[in-house]
């Protein structure tokens, strides 16, 4: 890259003049893919990196995630899997509740997977995640700048320059767009005319501390617990290590909201919206029968904060990368989370693109080209996967969920009888590595 002197941002002097050296990239977003990209590139390349983010301090929307083999295994490579097993709860055991007070069946999921990979599953929190990371890409010595507003990205000879609503400006050789699903690499840069689309599905979500929940009750949470009733599906799965905290989230099918600009979601605190959303599942409850239907509405009555989410995803198809800027997780192929698969398939983006620019010499436009090659595949696939999932969540009559609960009974325990989680039934995706995928 043409050395020249251009005002930078950096994290002591924010409008100093500097000469840019070569091998210099520029993040937008330090959610998770964004830290976990400036981190490998670090240990794969010599690629120094300047990670920006749009809020003011470090927070992440969401409440808790679950992360399978494929994802874990690249997350401890990265070097914040043992710190996130202190952070999160590893049961990876399915139940299916019935509302009458039965289990329809069981399974571990990922068990096959486990066998092959080493890793399990896990159920943490998002903001421990980026809190993980962070302290990983800050030991890195890895700057973090927080409070910037992108508002315009420009390629200029051999670099992409990019300003920001307070003024300053940054070049470098390649900007990585790891901005989320509402990314403005995405949608000012890279390909404006690729929109969000709504799924259908929308959510609720909230975080109950373990300790308010009866002994007996958080003893029947062993891992990912899921009730189907007609309005959609009910689940609670820990996501502390010794259950100090409980995930409850709920998702149905529901016509697109009219609230103003819902697409990221909000939180309410407020006494009255929060009895709002109780009464709402715990009228969905008010049948549920047995030791379950008890435990289903401690957790409901125990919230205290409840997230609303429309789910928005990004339609197949789509440009990833344009010049020298390239769409990374979200920002490229954000999908419906009913695969469980949104961080893992953006750390697969950060390992592949780390390995493609371990060669200097590679012409950036063949390493975009490559990725997406590559990664489109792959990604449609656990799309597809996800978008099936998601049906699960829709209304349905009273004779609609009995069929539905018979079918998912018979599929669940015709795989415990004859082995087939054993043998690895629907777990291929999980134990795919990126870094074994030829060049």
Known sequence: MTEQTRKVDSPLHPTQTSRLTPSQAIIIGAGPAGLATALRLQQKTNIQSTVYELRPEPTTLGGAIGIQPNGLRLLDRLGVYDAMCGRGYGGANLTLHSLQGHVIGTSDYVGWAREKTGYGYMRIKRVDIVDIMKAKVDEAGIPIIYGKRITEIQEEGDGVTVRFEDGTVNTADILFGCDGIHSFVRSHFVDPGYLPEYSGVS?????????????????????????????????????????????????????????????????????????????????????????????????????????????????????????????????????????????????EDVFLLAR??????????????????????RVDSIFTMAAQNAQMRKQRTSTGLWWQELKLSMMLNVSWAFGLDKRGLNQGHLVYDIEEVEL
């Open 356 to 377: 493609l620019l371990e060669d200097p010499g590679r012409p950036i436009d063949e390493v975009f080209q490559k990725y997406y090659q590559i990664r489109r595949p």
């Open 203 to 347: 959510g609720l979500g909230a975080l109950v501390p373990g300790q308010v929940l009866s002994k007996g009750h958080l003893e029947m949470m062993t891992g990912l617990e899921g009730t189907l009733t007609e309005e959609g599906m009910l689940a609670v799965n820990p996501c502390a290590p010794n259950k100090e905290e409980v995930f409850m989230f709920f998702s149905k099918w529901l016509p697109i909201p009219e609230t103003g600009d819902s697409r990221d979601g909000w939180e309410v605190h407020r006494k009255e919206e929060v009895d709002g959303f109780k009464d709402q599942l715990m009228g969905i409850l008010k049948n549920a029968r047995g030791d379950w239907g008890d435990a289903l509405r401690e957790v409901v009555q125990s919230t205290s904060s409840v997230n609303f989410y429309p789910v928005y995803r990004l339609p197949l198809g789509g440009r990833w990368s344009r010049g020298r800027c390239v769409l990374v997780g979200d920002a490229a192929h954000a999908m419906s989370p009913h695969a469980g698969q949104g961080v893992s398939m953006a750390m």
